[in-house]
């Protein structure tokens, strides 16, 4: 799996109808679904998002394995959804869209409080098995 696909599957997951995805709010007062790759860069602080934000990290954590002439690669995908708007069960519904979709993921949920908002972070596991040797 690469971040497009990633990245792809969690829209169309959380965009589905009902949609449970929050907004960005730009500069120039347009909107756009809160889900974000978080590359070099995080979210930029100049959007405003409302509702359910989906953020994912661009590269996978690896931990590899080595094997009998191959090596066992575990990539493990980051997902974190933060709930902005308090009273709304958003979050409920797409933590049980997420698991049902990736259900080997370890799950850590955080309640929301009077100083941080509810949110629930992902690691999604992905296994790739690579030769160690290139085909002759």
Do not use: H
Request: with cysteine; net charge neutral.
């Amino acid at each position: 799996m690469n971040i497009t696909q990633l990245r792809d599957a969690i829209d169309t997951l959380l965009s589905s109808s009902p949609s449970l995805l929050g907004t960005y709010k730009l500069p120039n007062n347009t909107t756009t679904p809160a889900i974000y790759v978080v590359g070099r860069q995080s979210v930029p602080s100049a959007w405003k998002a409302t509702g359910l934000e989906v953020t994912m990290r661009e590269f996978p954590e690896r931990l590899p394995t080595t094997m009998m002439g191959t090596v066992r690669v575990l990539q493990q995908w980051e997902v974190v959804m933060m709930q902005y708007t308090p009273s709304s069960a958003t979050l409920s519904d797409a933590i049980d869209r997420m698991v049902r979709r990736f259900p080997d993921a370890t799950v850590r949920y955080t309640p929301g409080d009077d100083v941080a908002y509810e949110r629930c972070r992902f690691i999604i596991p992905d296994m790739v098995v690579r030769n160690l040797y290139p085909a002759a």
